[in-house]
């Protein structure tokens, strides 16, 4: 068979080129073009992070000790209650009554109790003379006796009605917020334990809150061995917590300026009813009068619980942290994220999540050599932190480290780092120069 001379020179062309046999391997002189990054040293946390759940640090359902009819409710729905903030009133005229009806019977009871004293030092003075008989004298002494416990069950009585007309004001038992009120004024409450629902409001506190969140049975261990060394803290935020502000104030109404009085005839149309100074100065505590700043993220709270027992059926232990919320930042039932810090590991060293690679035998990283050469080198990862990840071993604080181009780098092979200089990123003429170097060097 004859072929072609146009087939016969193709052929002859490729068996002249130098490295046929080795496919993918660079040729002579050529310099893989790559970026670097400095591994780094810090003292960084050894944590576990886990999901759980705020929950109030108190809660009480608020109950009526007595029944009757709701005449006044002294607080709306939401309100942050202080303890012993009136909540609701219950018609006290019924427990009044009782009140003084036991009262006067005190007072009846009082009487008999002096009259059956009198008579009891006339007979003793008597049966001296054998003018009355003994049995008259001892049961002169019993009336007086009944007298004496019949005061002592008014006493109690008086006790009792004074408790239940002071159960008619019902107060905050506890400081906290208030839910949605469950009866209106006008509706009969009945005591409790005498009939089912008779609940009136519920009131939990939100400062301090708890982060309730479980770990796995394999982490129990090593929990309490850091426990035993010292308080636990726990980092906790919201999924959604990346960046948050208080109730910023609209751009359309700026803050206004000490002194300055506005007008609805000169204000501008879209800061209409802005309140003057004097009127902000004069509302509540809880109008914002500034502009707020940042919440400090996340909130840095203390484990103060550890259950007793390892749930059946989960393998999972209940774990508690207690932390800061004055600005009700959490609220009871949120899902949040927690991060429980076991221990600070001293200059640990880090390098980008991203400059690790992976092989067959585990992640490696290349580590530029002062003859600007590439080694290979095994590393021992530990736990990310943010953008970083901790290199166990392998790795010291100061090896350059190759971040991007890898997949034209070899083991022992010449590199070119091309990191942007410090002024700022590369120029045009730069790159051209150093793509015209990586060009000659793979050239013939």
Not at 28 to 55: M, N, Q, R, W
Not at 115 to 121: L, Y
Not at 196 to 211: C, K, R
Not at 229 to 239: N, S
Request: include cysteine.
């Amino acid at each position: 068979m004859v072929l072609p001379p146009l087939c016969v020179g193709v052929i002859l062309n490729g068996c002249n080129k130098p490295g046929a046999g080795a496919a993918g391997a660079p040729a002579g002189g050529f310099a893989a073009p790559v970026t670097t990054v400095s591994a780094t040293s810090a003292d960084v946390p050894i944590y576990l992070d886990e999901i759980g759940k705020a929950v109030a640090s108190q809660s009480v359902t608020v109950l009526p000790q007595v029944s009757g009819p709701i005449i006044a409710r002294h607080f709306r729905d939401g309100d942050d209650l202080q303890k012993d903030a009136p909540l609701f009133d219950i018609d006290p005229r019924p427990f009044q009554d009782q009140l003084d009806q036991a009262r006067g019977q005190l007072a009846k009871d009082t009487a008999q109790r002096i009259s059956a004293d009198w008579n009891v030092k006339q007979d003793q003075a008597a049966m001296e003379t054998k003018a009355i008989s003994e049995q008259q004298l001892h049961n002169d002494i019993g009336t007086r006796d009944q007298a004496v416990g019949a005061i002592l069950v008014d006493e109690a009585q008086i006790e009792t009605a004074k408790l239940n007309l002071e159960y008619c004001h019902i107060k905050s038992p506890i400081d906290g917020r208030a839910g949605v009120r469950l009866v209106d004024v006008g509706n009969v409450v009945t005591a409790a334990g005498q009939a089912p629902g008779s609940s009136l409001l519920s009131i939990q506190t939100l400062d301090p809150i708890y982060a309730d969140f479980t770990i796995t049975e394999s982490e129990l261990l090593k929990v309490q061995q850091y426990m035993a060394h010292g308080e636990l803290r726990a980092e906790v935020q919201l999924p959604q917590d990346a960046v948050v502000l208080r109730g910023p104030r609209p751009a359309t109404q700026p803050v206004p300026a000490p002194g300055a009085e506005y007008s609805p005839e000169t204000q501008h149309p879209a800061v209409v009813g802005l309140p003057t100074p004097a009127q902000v100065m004069a509302a509540p505590p809880t109008m914002p009068t500034t502009q707020p700043a940042d919440i400090e993220i996340p909130r840095i709270g203390k484990l103060t619980f550890l259950d007793n027992a390892v749930q059946d059926g989960t393998g999972t232990v209940k774990l508690r942290a207690t932390l800061p919320n004055a600005d009700h930042h959490f609220w009871p039932g949120q899902f949040v994220n927690v991060r429980l810090i076991l221990e600070v590991e001293k200059n640990a060293v880090m390098i980008p999540g991203s400059a690790a690679q992976i092989s067959q035998k585990g992640p490696y990283v290349y580590v530029v050599q002062p003859d600007s050469t590439a080694k290979l080198v095994p590393i021992v990862l530990g736990q990310r932190q943010g953008d970083l990840v901790v290199v166990e071993s392998g790795l010291h604080a100061g090896d350059q480290i190759v971040m991007t181009g890898q997949l034209m780098v070899m083991d022992k092979a010449k590199v070119m780092v091309t990191n942007k200089p410090a002024g700022g990123p590369p120029t045009a003429a730069k790159s051209a120069e150093n793509g015209d170097a990586a060009n000659k060097g793979g050239s013939l």
